[in-house]
């Protein structure tokens, strides 16, 4: 799943909160039932609702989900599903992408997490 880019500085175009206050989050190796894959008017592609012991379920990349030989599967890499709420004019800087979002860092401070890219322009700032 790499996906690294180098970092790009990116204008919030369009406010994003996010719908899952308690996020996916697993280590590799952890594992993962994988449910439904994601149907939607938005370029998402490659995402599955996925459950790991202990949490409550989120959207998975497909690029992490490795399929066992007896239909279980686990975690290819660590990985969390914690978005970023961000607002038009925010500047962000992006250093991955992946299946329509892109995960970012708020400029000058701490934070971190996915963005759908449709809400972000790269910003030559």
């Known amino acids: 799943?790499?996906?690294?880019?180098?970092?790009?500085?990116?204008?919030v175009i369009q406010d994003h909160t996010s719908e899952y206050p308690e996020p996916i989050t697993f280590e590799k190796g952890a594992p993962l039932?994988?449910?439904?894959?994601?149907?939607?008017?938005?370029?998402?592609?490659?995402?599955?609702f996925c459950e790991t012991p202990g949490q409550k379920g989120g959207w998975v990349p497909a690029q992490i989900i490795e399929t066992l030989k007896d239909k279980t599967a686990r975690a290819s890499q660590s990985y969390t599903a914690k978005e970023l709420?961000?607002?038009?004019?925010?500047?962000?800087?992006?250093?991955?992408?992946?299946?329509?979002?892109?995960?970012?860092?708020?400029s000058g401070r701490s934070e971190s997490g996915w963005v759908p890219l449709a809400c972000l322009q790269e910003s030559g700032q």
């Open 85 to 106: 709420n961000v607002r038009q004019g925010d500047l962000l800087v992006g250093s991955k992408i992946l299946n329509g979002w892109v995960w970012c860092n708020r």
């Open 33 to 48: 039932t994988v449910g439904e894959k994601y149907e939607g008017p938005e370029d998402w592609d490659n995402w599955f």
């Open 1 to 11: 799943m790499d996906a690294n880019i180098e970092p790009r500085q990116y204008l």
